[in-house]
């Protein structure tokens, strides 16, 4: 979310400076492509650049269409309202559309020279990311739309022809990270998911605690009396991943116990595999479904024997990586 904030950003300031600016939008991709739907970034006739496409000599091919574009604007032989659709495709064999990449995947990519219309609609744009807040985006022919309404699906793409298309995407982040305990792991975890573009809530029931303090990462800190509030506070989502490392056994099975009925992407608890056995004996004896007992992570992570607090993290962030990203 802080990219694409900075690709606005760079946008409003081209515009405020009357300095031409193309926006490239990542409208739709397949297979490999190392630009995923999404992506964008901005490149203005000062030759300023901020986001990506996906890299590669694709993305120095269209960057320099777009500046290409620019120029023939600011002479006048290029209409500045009308963007421009380009498919490419990543496979050397093909006749037409070759990207320059062999990665084998298809992105088709959105080429528009913002202009003065849209400095409103791009200063909504960035109030919103500021402000962590959801909206949607709606890109077509000529123009850029923004909504506060929260669409229901995260991209919905449209296309009949270059002249009749229509994108709508679900603006700010689109996954939640609740990260129950707020010690040395929480820390770590929160610095390296940060960056993996989740919004972090971080709860702990100890007031003061110095990894707390610390944690500069997570969105939103919250000092809970009791982890059974965590019921009132956490709600079921498909984006919503949830990582419960509290300081002991006790805290961990209350904590786990106020969210048992609640469905998530991802459920996980830190501990070793004699405690989670121990707390799911005891779950069992109290008649909770195994189905539901299944669906928690434990031991969370992926086995990569690791140790400190950054490994555990690196192991545990693997892991709803993969659960994140695998097909629906």
């Not at 630009?35 to 120095?60: C, D, P, T, W, Y």
């Not at 202009?115 to 123009?143: C, F, H, M, W």
């Not at 608890?269 to 007992?293: C, H, P, Q, W």
């Amino acid at each position: 979310m802080q990219k694409s904030l900075l690709v606005w950003q760079l946008i409003h300031k081209s515009l405020q400076e009357a300095v031409p600016v193309m926006l490239l939008y990542v409208l739709e991709s397949k297979g490999s492509s190392p630009g995923r739907q999404g992506f964008l970034m901005a490149v203005n006739a000062a030759g300023e650049m901020k986001g990506s496409i996906g890299g590669g000599i694709m993305e120095h091919k269209l960057v320099e269409l777009g500046k290409e574009q620019l120029k023939n604007i600011q002479q006048g032989t290029r209409n500045s309202e009308q963007g421009m659709i380009r498919h490419q495709v990543h496979d050397k064999s093909v006749d037409t559309n070759q990207s320059g990449m062999i990665c084998s995947g298809e992105q088709t990519i959105l080429l528009y020279p913002a202009a003065a219309k849209d400095i409103s609609t791009i200063q909504n744009i960035i109030r919103s990311l500021e402000q962590y807040k959801n909206g949607t985006l709606v890109l077509s022919p000529g123009s850029i739309v923004f909504d506060e309404m929260i669409p229901s699906k995260d991209f919905d793409y449209t296309y009949q022809s270059e002249e009749n298309w229509l994108y709508k995407e679900k603006t700010g982040y689109k996954n939640q990270l609740f990260i129950i305990g707020g010690g040395h792991c929480a820390l770590a975890l929160s610095r390296l998911m940060r960056e993996m573009d989740f919004y972090i809530a971080l709860y702990e029931d100890r007031d003061g605690l110095n990894t707390v303090e610390q944690n500069e990462f997570a969105h939103e800190i919250i000092i809970v009396d009791d982890y059974t509030a965590l019921s009132y506070h956490i709600a079921s989502g498909r984006n919503q991943f949830v990582v419960i490392m509290t300081f002991g056994y006790r805290t961990d099975d209350i904590a786990l116990r106020s969210l048992l009925d609640k469905s998530f992407s991802y459920i996980g608890v830190l501990g070793s595999k004699n405690k989670m056995e121990k707390l799911f004996t005891a779950y069992r004896s109290d008649g909770i479904a195994e189905e539901v007992l299944q669906r928690i992570h434990t031991p969370i992570g992926l086995d990569i024997s690791s140790q400190t607090p950054e490994e555990i993290a690196v192991s545990i962030a693997a892991e709803i990586i993969k659960v994140k990203n695998r097909p629906a």
